[in-house]
């Protein structure tokens, strides 16, 4: 499932980071999602494309990390699962400008502990405003463009979440449940004008998540 790969993803690359990076490391994941191409298509396709996110490649001990991961490092391939999930489906532009400021956004990085790859030619390095494990770059020769068409964010979504239909999500509203003070579960009514106010408000937001 891409939600997966795209957690083992971000913990190969970053789980020695701060939440921030491995954050911004999911940013970058989607902005290349948002411009198929080269590098692959959606989410799974970019990060299992060849040579791109070393963590993958066959022999880096990365590899070995990511596979075990769930089993012997749980707590943190937990955390970095909630990102992606997060990343796949609320993560927005607006959220990519309060990491990296105004795009277009960055589609590579490295760590500080190397020097900035010859191949990147003239790319910009886009600055953090927190002290970052990684250097962050957009504007590489051949970056493809954004795809109107190909949405792979509301696309793979599907792979994390069922799809809804309207009547569906009516009879999940009123049969909506509250939790007492003592912790007894009881029922709570809601008027006719209430479920209809909460089922359009709900409704139009998946819509145009």
Request: hydrophobic content about 35%; aromatic content about 12%.
């Amino acid at each position: 499932m891409s939600v997966e790969v795209l957690a083992k993803t971000i913990y190969g690359e970053a789980r020695g980071q701060a939440v921030l990076d491995r954050l911004a490391v999911g940013a970058v994941i989607r902005e290349r999602a948002l411009r198929p191409g080269w590098w692959g298509r959606g989410f799974e396709g970019v990060c299992l494309a060849p040579y791109q996110f070393s963590c993958w490649n066959e022999g880096d001990p990365n590899r070995e990390a990511i596979e075990k991961a769930e089993q012997e490092d749980r707590k943190v391939y937990f955390s970095c699962l909630t990102l992606a999930e997060y990343v796949m489906t609320h993560f927005k532009d607006q959220d990519a400008v309060e990491l990296f400021g105004p795009g277009p956004f960055p589609t590579h990085y490295h760590d500080l502990s190397i020097d900035k790859p010859k191949g990147w030619g003239e790319a910009e390095e886009v600055r953090t405003s927190w002290a970052s494990g990684f250097k962050f770059y957009r504007g590489l020769d051949g970056t493809p463009g954004r795809s109107e068409t190909n949405r792979p964010a509301q696309k793979e979504v599907l792979e994390v979440n069922r799809t809804i239909d309207k009547d569906d999500l009516e009879r999940e509203i009123r049969d909506i449940r509250w939790t007492s003070s003592d912790g007894e579960l009881g029922e709570r009514q809601f008027l006719e004008d209430d479920v209809q106010a909460i089922l359009d408000a709900v409704w139009n937001y998946l819509k145009e998540a």
